[in-house]
């Protein structure tokens, strides 16, 4: 069975892990409707990266309204925290 977040660390927020999952999905959503495009030759490549650094993009705005959330970036390399726990999306 899986174990909750706060399981795994007490610093867990779940309604905070619950707004960056949204945020994760909506910007894979909005990219996938409004972008991706396979009869184009649009593959898995290419919106993956797409989406990659979309969602970073979105998650460091976000930071400036989440204090609980923290981004370290260097090139494609991000570190993500949340509540001060690293979350590495790489």
Same mark, same amino acid.
């Given at each position: ?22 945020? @994760?999905?909506? @910007? ?42 923290? @981004? ?9 925290? @949340? ?8």
């Amino acid at each position: 069975m899986l174990e909750k977040p706060s399981e795994i660390d007490s610093r867990f927020n779940e309604e905070h892990l619950t707004l960056l999952g949204k945020l @994760v999905r909506d @910007v894979r959503n909005d990219a996938i409707d409004n972008v991706f495009d396979p009869t184009k030759g649009d593959g898995r490549w290419g919106i993956g990266s797409l989406i990659y650094n979309r969602t970073i993009n979105k998650i460091e705005e976000s930071c400036k309204n989440w204090p609980w959330l923290r @981004v370290q970036r260097h090139n494609l390399y991000c570190l993500i925290f @949340v509540d001060g726990i690293p979350l590495n999306l790489s």
